[in-house]
């Protein structure tokens, strides 16, 4: 079983990295996409790859997304291999974190 790297792990600078932002307020959902190979080969050591791709067969190698909460006096970072970000966009399709308000 692959284990997935944290944020020291991936040997980045974290405030460096593309945010794209729900909203402009503290409290804010902000998302990063990390490419394996900006990842002091990380990408290929943790994600079990030995250079031509992922373990989904991902060219390049496995893709890493960052989510934080803006304003966050910790400044914690979560860190989702890419099949996770997928399962979770599919989710949000179909309905399942709907608060059942109509």
């Known amino acids: 079983m692959r ?14 990295q593309a945010w794209q932002r729900s909203g402009d307020r503290d409290g804010a ?3 990063a996409f990390v490419p394996a190979r900006a990842a ?5 050591a943790a994600a079990g790859s030995q250079g031509g791709g ?4 991902s060219p390049g190698g496995a893709e890493w997304v ?7 006096p910790e400044g ?18 179909g309905g399942e ?6």
């Open 3 to 16: 284990r997935k790297p944290t944020v020291e792990d991936l040997s980045i600078e974290v405030d460096a």
């Open 40 to 44: 002091a080969g990380v990408g290929s």
């Open 54 to 57: 992922d373990a989904a067969g």
């Open 97 to 102: 974190f709907d608060d059942g308000a109509s």
């Open 29 to 31: 959902i902000e998302i």
């Open 66 to 72: 960052l989510m934080r909460v803006a304003g966050d």
């Open 76 to 93: 914690r970072v979560l860190v989702y291999d890419r099949h996770e970000w997928e399962c979770f966009l599919d989710g949000v399709r």
